[in-house]
DNA sequence: CCTAAACAATTGACAACATCAACCTTTGAT
DNA sequence: ATCAAAGGTTGATGTTGTCAATTGTTTAGG
């Protein structure tokens, strides 16, 4: 949609982490990055054949990979349709159908708020609660990459990546 | 923004159920078991995040989400429309659209193999080839929560990572 | 109070993507 | 030579996505 050569400006930018040590040779800066590139890179293709298998899982439960990203997101509470239009980053007019069709399945409900009635809060029903349940505990299951790992990789994998969602 | 009260709730609260062990009790099975489902469940969040902004990603291109992934795919040399539809596990008809609509953008070519007639191999022209050169580039720009990383855990990551890709 | 702007959801038109079934050509085996 | 199997295309159909326009409901201003 926009510019075609901005892209890489926001990211690259971003990181305004100076980590500034005493100069050794080349910037610290190109070397962390580099590192954040390798580590990246590598995290991107040991978990890529496990993100484009959602589609299969998702079918295992007769879903659309997004039903199952709606039904995941659906379990907190009711939602407005225009806050999941958010959190799938789509159009809200693509929502209308997409819970038309989980309506129609009997997996959620549209319900009329009350403080405002233009907002339509979604439910899971019963059925869609349970199946939810079903699906959370497929999508815990961890691949075998992860299941293979020694214990102490697993334990430090588990405390960077707490970090770095605190962040 | 969103009318409702909720939203936040679940997402410190995930892990709950798996906290459970103190004493005596679990076999270390168990626990490497919990482990591996809580570093799954880390490494699943952190990586959807990710696979959301994928089309908008692809979209800096002018691409699609799958067009992206083809013009990744494709860069290693010619490949039958047959052995993309494996990789991209569709069916084969589906590759003749999304190849059609690709070569009218010149981006790639069907070319008769001479060994077997029924067989067309697809090649990236030189714009494709170009436009994949970009698009690898920015694709391994590492998003915000990997480019946030403390230098020690970008190490730790990179070489949990490199031994997970050898097993 | 009344009107205008803003917002939530829907509708309709249209394109990409996905599947299935049927088809044509080519290949390879019998 | 025949026939089954494989590679690719076509046609029908459904889901997902966008955008533009519409309906109904707040909310703000005059």
Redesign the interface.
Known sequence: ??G?SE??ME??G??A?V?RRSGVGPSVDAL?QD?????????????HAH??NF??LAAEFELSPVQAHVVRQL??????M??LA?YL?CDASNVTGLVDRMEVRGLVERRS?E??RR?K?LVLTEAGAALRERLLER?????A?????P?G??????D??????E?
């Open positions: 949609m926009s075609t892209g890489q990211r690259g971003k990181p982490e980590r962390g590192l954040a590139h390798e580590a990246w890179a590598l995290l991107f293709e040991v978990m993100m484009r589609p299969a379990g907190e509470g009711p939602l407005a225009s806050t958010t980053s708020s403080h405002d907002v809060m999508l815990a299951e961890p691949p990459v992860i299941a293979n790992m214990e990789d697993l334990k430090s994998l588990r960077i990546m707490r970090r770095a969602r962040r």
